[in-house]
C-alpha cells in the first residue's frame, strides 16, 4: 500500500534553514502530484503547496512564498521542502500527501494519503 516517510525534522533557530525529504512507496511516484502541509499545535492543518507528477511544475501558498520550495525527483521517488529564514511561528508538525491527481490543487478531497509527520521546531 501507500507510504508516505517524512524526515528531517529538528530544532532551528530563526533565521536558519531545514529541509524537510518524503521517500514515497507503493505506487508510480512520477504520476501523481505531491503536497505539503502542516499544523501547529492548536490550530489546523495549514497547506503549503506542493508539485506536479512533472518536476519543474510547483506551488508554493502566499503564507510561505519566498522562504519555502517545493521540489521532486522522481528518480527518487522523494518530495522535498526546504526552508528558509525560518521563524518561531514556523514551528508545527510537517505532512507530506499523495493527490490523487497528477496535478497540484489545495482542494481537500484531492488529498488521497498523507504521512505520519516530522516535527520542526524553531526556536532560539
Known amino acids: 500500500q501507500v507510504q508516505l516517510v517524512e524526515s528531517g525534522g529538528g530544532l532551528a533557530q530563526p533565521g536558519g534553514s531545514l529541509t524537510l525529504s518524503c521517500a514515497a512507496s507503493g505506487f508510480t511516484f512520477s504520476r501523481y502530484a505531491m503536497g505539503w502541509a502542516r499544523q501547529a499545535p492548536g490550530k489546523g492543518v495549514e497547506r503549503l503547496g506542493g508539485?506536479?507528477?512533472?518536476?519543474?511544475?510547483?506551488y508554493v501558498h502566499a503564507s510561505v512564498k519566498g522562504r519555502f520550495t517545493i521540489s521532486r525527483d522522481n528518480a527518487k521517488s522523494t518530495v522535498y521542502l526546504q526552508m528558509n529564514s525560518l521563524k518561531p511561528e514556523d514551528s508545527a508538525l510537517y505532512y507530506c500527501?499523495?493527490?490523487?491527481?497528477?496535478?497540484?490543487?489545495?482542494?481537500?478531497?484531492?488529498?488521497?494519503?498523507w504521512g505520519q509527520g516530522t516535527p520542526v521546531t524553531v526556536s532560539s
Open positions: 508539485v506536479d507528477s512533472d518536476e519543474s511544475r510547483t
Open positions: 500527501a499523495k493527490l490523487r491527481s497528477a496535478y497540484y490543487s489545495d482542494y481537500p478531497e484531492e488529498v488521497e494519503n
